[in-house]
């Protein structure tokens, strides 16, 4: 098919500020909140187990339980606690897993929240949540009531859910067709320099240790409180002004903000067809959300963006986000230089971010996602045999090999997984569908995640190295159906994907 010439457009300073912003108390608090946890994970641990023995301090002294929580450990049986202390283990789990869960809660309302709030709206009901979770997170230690940190990460998770979907639509609405691969990839940068901030912050010469690591918890709330103060100074979303509130001066001023230009009458012009599509009835109402699955067409849609989710949270992402220090140190590596390996893994994250932002709208995004999720086998399947040459056979340098090959991992990770797979589907579906459809991708993408991130320390227990077989095995699964199905949408308008859509639908159908 012929795609219609697109006017050269370049990144504006406004429309840069208003990207940061939506992101600096969204994304980027969601990528130091959900690894605030992982360099003093140690401590954390201890803690909760200094909790349950003030619970069973008035036990005898003989008594199983109060040995299991109370005894003294040595070095050696303080690294093996998680294994030989279920429940602990399983307090450790739910602490990581139940943000996935707060985030499968949230994506449900989502839909309601932008309806009744629009996108900005809800990113400020979003904060204001984000920082209740956060006080009663930070407040644990003081109460010594280690369920108070999972309420306070079910409420940041609940959070993090409603952003994850509105500032994604947010910033795919503000952006001109031909960045929208760029400014896809901002609110992944965030999400990463929160990796960074938290995973620095987080050294034992820092905040990572047994007295201060609430204090890094509660550093959350910094970046939230910028972005409130900040989003006033950034426009609505264009095509919610226009199309949904009917207010085109609106609209035509956030657009002239946003380009930094007079001449928009292009942008406008189109979305003024749009909305005579709309009041002609070629156009259908807002889709709901069980409306996706009852359209054959969406169905098939869900289809293609479901499977590059898929692979991003099967590929070991979330287990590698919530446990790469204990992951390391398995590895064989030390506290300290476990914790400098994640530091290091999450500025190989960042670079590969950069390098990706300038690749995706160059080599579309079916051959960013195919790069990615070879190298991120290789990356697996080499961790696995290294993870085995350094346990079964006790090769001292097979640990350097490990952390290598996590690094080649986090690498093509990076460079198209962690972002196409989340902007994919505001490009993808229909206007009238596409609030709904972001919900089911969310909930479908915190189910996979739930499901990695609370089964890995069991299932690690068990399968030992092997573990990481799994996710090879998942990556390849959703990488065949991605050969299969995926069309390429590179430099497309989003009327021009939803032709192109059509066509491989209705030849799919005839077939």
Not at 208 to 222: A, F, H, M, N, Y
Request: charged share 15%; proline share 4%; aromatic share 12%.
């Amino acid at each position: 098919m012929t795609v219609t010439p697109v006017k050269p457009q370049r990144p504006t300073t406004t429309l840069f500020f208003s990207a940061c912003v939506a992101t600096l108390g969204t994304w980027y608090t969601a990528g130091y909140f959900n690894c605030a946890l992982n360099v003093p994970q140690a401590y954390v641990i201890s803690w909760i187990r200094h909790v349950e023995c003030r619970r069973h301090e008035n036990h005898e002294n003989h008594t199983e339980n109060y040995i299991l929580w109370c005894g003294p450990l040595t070095e050696e049986e303080e690294s093996l606690v998680l294994r030989d202390n279920f429940k602990l283990n399983t307090i450790w789990s739910v602490i990581n897993s139940i943000v996935a869960a707060g985030i499968l809660a949230s994506v449900f309302s989502c839909r309601l929240f932008i309806r009744r709030f629009g996108l900005k709206g809800t990113i400020y009901i979003a904060a204001a949540i984000h920082l209740t979770g956060t006080l009663l997170s930070t407040l644990v230690s003081a109460v010594h009531f280690y369920e108070l940190l999972i309420v306070g990460r079910l409420l940041c998770g609940f959070s993090e859910g409603l952003t994850g979907v509105t500032t994604v639509m947010y910033i795919s609405e503000i952006t001109p067709a031909k960045l929208r691969g760029l400014f896809g990839t901002v609110p992944m940068v965030m999400m990463v320099l929160g990796f960074l901030t938290a995973n620095g912050l987080g050294l034992p010469m820092l905040l990572g240790t047994k007295e201060r690591w609430t204090i890094l918890l509660s550093l959350q709330c910094i970046p939230v409180i910028l972005m409130c103060v900040s989003l006033p100074f950034c426009p609505d979303s264009p095509r919610q002004l226009f199309l949904v509130k009917g207010d085109k001066v609106g609209a035509e001023k956030a657009l002239i903000w946003l380009r930094k230009t007079a001449d928009v009458r292009e942008e406008m012009a189109a979305m003024q067809r749009e909305l005579d599509m709309q009041e002609k009835g070629k156009i259908n109402p807002q889709v709901s959300l069980f409306g996706i699955f009852r359209d054959p067409y969406l169905r098939y849609i869900f289809g293609l963006c479901a499977a590059p989710m898929f692979v991003k949270q099967f590929s070991g992402y979330a287990c590698v986000l919530y446990y790469s220090t204990s992951i390391f140190r398995k590895a064989g590596l030390d506290h300290l230089y476990s914790a400098y390996a994640s530091l290091a893994m999450w500025l190989v994250y960042l670079t590969f971010s950069l390098i990706s932002m300038s690749l995706v709208d160059r080599l579309g995004r079916r051959v960013m996602l195919l790069i990615s999720h070879s190298g991120m086998m290789l990356g697996m399947a080499l961790f696995t045999v290294f993870m085995v040459l350094s346990g079964s056979y006790a090769i001292d340098w097979a640990k350097y090999g490990g952390v290598a090959s996590i690094f080649v991992w986090i690498a093509f990770y990076t460079t198209g997984s962690s972002s196409v797979a989340w902007f994919l589907p505001s490009e993808m579906f229909p206007q009238e569908a596409r609030t709904s459809a972001m919900t089911w991708i969310s909930a479908f993408c915190e189910v996979c995640g739930l499901t990695t991130s609370f089964l890995f320390p069991m299932v690690v227990l068990a399968l030992e190295e092997y573990t990481f077989l799994i996710f090879v095995g998942g990556i390849a699964l959703g990488t065949v159906y991605i050969v299969w199905k995926l069309p390429e949408t590179k430099g497309m308008t989003i009327d021009e994907i939803q032709v192109l859509l059509r066509y491989r639908f209705n030849g799919v159908l005839s077939a």
